[in-house]
């Protein structure tokens, strides 16, 4: 085994790795850019070393930097983790030639599954079944429409090069083809500098079945079962699972020999995925499969195929890598249980998933192991139910430098039915404050009928659109009570007593009621909380009902709340963010987060001067839009100014009512991560 490894990544992966080295007694060299200096995959490891500044380019991209660290600290081998450097073939060689061994692929193998279209000629001749298309190196315009047509409508257009879903576009109809290829070369130019393109039969609802294999150097090649990652969003996986619900042994030899066959034709050695696009009659003996592509690194949804197999593909990968024999053989590897794995993203599910950036001010996590298995690695044993693998903490921000992923989430269970059942409670038990994420849309997608009855197809989420961003009518009182409920016991926790403890014998001669005033997506609510002789009494929206605000156990998080409400005991946790801009209360109750911010006129009075003059970009971007000019006076929350950053536009907003003073930027201009946009004085 080596004695040092390099982990040329970052995030989830680069600890995921750092983990199983770790376990083996292998010793660790993180690298980092700037923004990640602090980053928790550093901390993890034995030795870490800076590349550069935040853009990739500059740092996780350079590989020869990276091949030199590797080499001055002794490392042996290089794990590229995935993305980055991971399927770069310049990179694996430069790291034979420096005398470090690349975990990962040879570069042949990598170079000839780097381009589809290449692939796919070689997977013909390897006779793996493929998806009726066009992946000829003539691009002449004119030819691919020729050829589009002979496929038949409607056919899929591909980046030759691609990856992440980039530059898939979709034609219905002839007359579309055109523009449709256009769109897909530019964008595979921009994203790749590379635009060639295939053209593809586009399936109809089907499901994305993928193989783990793993071959060695000696000849020998494994599967170890399929994947399937059907549900989608914009071409990109959401939730992964092990094994396919429906498969037949027959289908799943046969598609597991396919992929065998596949990497076999390219002299493949180390972990690769091999993705099939199935038809959704796959579980009858009338269904197809076609090779899509192989990726020759370690797949994001590797840990479900982990917890069916019992095996750490990442020790895997450092055996085969040093020269060893696969730790298993074809009969020796069992399917045990199902696992499902959930991608926690900073991204905004009701605004077309568009990315997000931002601080993690508040994460709560379900009780997990980090990824860990017993020294032999061969034996099964049960994994713990639930598996988080994350590159962040409390505290760290997802900035606009790298992939919004926030956290994977994946659970095991005997069957399909108990995964699922421990998915939406380990969902339930996530809770994110400071960023737009997923975590509320994946439980209202592992609850969806649709999917627990694993009617699975790629069209998924758009078929179940209506039930999974379904606005809720009314906000529950429940929400509100137990949003009160955080006022009341702060302000009583800042008086240093509550009234109703009984502690000091305090008692209120009569009674009084006051207003408290929240606003969520859904309007304004103005809630009564009258003081009563004997306790607190909430009234809004036709419930008026005593509020008791019960002791937490010991040991409990500070933002656990139970509370009794009419009939019911309510256990919940309410996240309360006040900033100079709002007073947040995040309610997590039953796997829903709703968001109520407290409008307190009182309060907001003479806090005027504690906002700051200037408001600056929160990312890097650009100016599309200004709204506000100098000398107006605006009130609290009027949009100031729009910026666009990762394809999602920010609108800087009044922080108290006051004149503008100048606006420092135009329409069109660039503007750096935390430059002054506006100059603002509040009213006195
Ligand atoms: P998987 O099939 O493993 O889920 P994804 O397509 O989701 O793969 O991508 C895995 C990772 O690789 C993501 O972090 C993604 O951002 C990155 N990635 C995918 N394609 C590319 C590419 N062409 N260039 C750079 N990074 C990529
Ligand atoms: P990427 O390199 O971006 O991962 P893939 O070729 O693996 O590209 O395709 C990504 C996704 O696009 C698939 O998982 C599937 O949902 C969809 N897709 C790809 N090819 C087809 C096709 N021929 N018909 C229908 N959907 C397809
Ligand atoms: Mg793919």
């Given at each position: 085994m080596f004695s040092k490894i390099l982990i040329a990544n970052r995030g989830e992966i680069a600890c995921r790795v750092a983990a199983t080295a770790r376990r083996l007694g292998v010793r660790t060299v993180a690298v980092y850019s700037d923004a990640d200096a602090h980053a928790r995959h550093v901390s993890l490891c034995d030795e870490a070393v800076r590349l550069g500044p935040a853009p990739a380019r500059d740092s996780y991209l350079r590989g020869e930097r990276i091949v030199e660290i590797a080499r001055a600290l002794g490392a042996e081998a290089i794990h590229p983790g995935y993305g980055f450097l991971s399927e770069n073939e310049e990179f694996a060689e430069a790291c034979?030639?420096?005398?470090?061994?690349?975990?990962?692929?040879?570069?042949?193998a990598i170079r000839a599954m780097g381009s589809k279209s290449e692939a796919k000629a070689l997977m013909e001749q390897a006779r793996v079944p493929l998806v009726p298309g066009y992946h000829g190196a003539a691009q002449d315009p004119a030819l691919l429409q020729r050829e589009s047509d002979r496929i038949g409508y409607p056919v899929l257009i591909k980046a030759s090069a691609g990856g992440g879903g980039k530059g898939m576009r979709v034609v219905r109809e002839p007359g579309e083809f055109a523009a449709a290829l256009a769109s897909c070369q530019r964008e595979a130019a921009a994203s790749f500098g590379d635009d060639r393109v295939l053209v593809e039969k586009y399936l109809e609802r089907p499901r994305h079945i993928e193989i783990q294999v793993f071959c060695d150097a000696h000849g020998g090649a494994v599967y170890l079962f399929e994947r399937d990652c059907s549900v989608q969003r914009r071409h990109q996986k959401v939730l992964e699972e092990a094994p396919a619900p429906g498969m037949t042994p027959e289908r799943r030899r046969a598609m597991g020999e396919a992929a065998v066959a596949?990497?076999?034709?390219?002299?493949?050695?180390?972990?690769?995925?091999?993705?099939?696009?199935a038809t959704s009659d796959i579980n009858t003996s009338a269904g197809h499969f076609f090779f899509m592509e192989m990726n020759t690194r370690l797949q994001v949804e590797h840990p479900v195929t982990e917890m069916i197999t019992g095996h750490d593909l990442v020790e895997w990968q450092l055996r085969v890598a040093c020269?060893?024999?696969l730790p298993a053989t074809q009969e020796?590897?069992?399917?045990?249980?199902?696992a499902i794995e959930a991608r926690i993203y900073a991204e905004n599910p009701d605004k077309g998933f568009l990315p997000a950036i931002g601080t993690l001010t508040h994460m709560a996590l379900p009780a997990a192991v980090e990824f860990q298995r017993n020294a032999d690695g061969a034996a099964f044993h049960d994994p713990a139910p639930v598996r988080i693998d994350a590159g962040v903490r409390a505290g760290d921000a997802i900035s606009p430098h790298y992939d919004p992923m926030i956290a994977k989430l994946i659970v095991w269970g005997a069957t399909r039915e108990q995964a699922l059942a421990r998915m939406r409670g380990a969902l339930a038990e996530t809770h994110i404050v400071g960023l737009a994420n997923n975590v509320?849309?994946?439980?209202?997608?592992?609850?969806?009928?649709?999917?627990?009855?694993?009617?699975?197809?790629?069209?998924?989420?758009?078929?179940?659109?209506?039930?999974?961003?379904?606005?809720?009518?009314?906000?529950?009182?429940?929400?509100?009570?137990?949003?009160?409920?955080?006022?009341?016991?702060?302000?009583?926790?800042?008086?240093?007593?509550?009234?109703?403890?009984?502690?000091?014998?305090?008692?209120?001669?009569?009674?009084?009621?006051?207003?408290?005033?929240?606003?969520?997506?859904?309007?304004?609510?103005?809630?009564?909380?009258e003081y009563a002789r004997d306790g607190y009494r909430f009234d809004h929206g036709g419930l008026c009902s005593p509020l008791v605000i019960q002791p937490v156990p010991a040991g409990a998080a500070p933002s656990r709340l139970s509370l009794r409400l009419a009939d019911r005991l309510l256990q919940a946790d309410v996240v309360r963010a006040v900033d100079p801009v709002g007073d947040e209360l995040h309610v997590f109750l039953n796997g829903r987060h709703c968001v109520l911010t407290r409008i307190d006129v009182i309060a907001h009075a003479g806090e005027a001067d504690t906002v700051e003059g200037r408001l600056s970009a929160p990312m890097p971007g650009k100016v599309v839009a200004v709204h506000a000019a100098r000398g107006v006076r605006v009130a609290r929350g009027a949009a100031l100014l729009v910026m666009e950053a990762m394809k999602m536009e920010h609108t800087i907003v009044a922080p108290a009512d006051g004149t503008v003073d100048e606006i420092l930027f135009g329409v069109g201009e660039q503007v750096a991560e935390g430059a002054a946009l506006v100059q603002f004085t509040p009213a006195a």
């Open positions: 034979a030639k420096a005398g470090i061994a690349f975990i990962g692929p040879p570069p042949a596949a990497a076999r034709a390219v002299g493949y050695v180390g972990a690769g995925t091999v993705e099939f696009i020269g060893e024999a020796q590897l069992q399917i045990h249980g199902h509320d849309f994946l439980g209202r997608l592992v609850a969806n009928h649709s999917f627990a009855i694993a009617h699975l197809d790629t069209g998924l989420i758009e078929r179940e659109r209506a039930a999974l961003f379904a606005p809720e009518d009314r906000l529950p009182n429940e929400f509100l009570a137990l949003a009160c409920a955080r006022v009341l016991a702060d302000e009583a926790a800042a008086v240093g007593a509550d009234p109703w403890s009984g502690r000091n014998g305090w008692r209120l001669n009569g009674s009084y009621t006051r207003e408290l005033t929240f606003k969520s997506e859904r309007g304004v609510h103005d809630v009564r909380i």
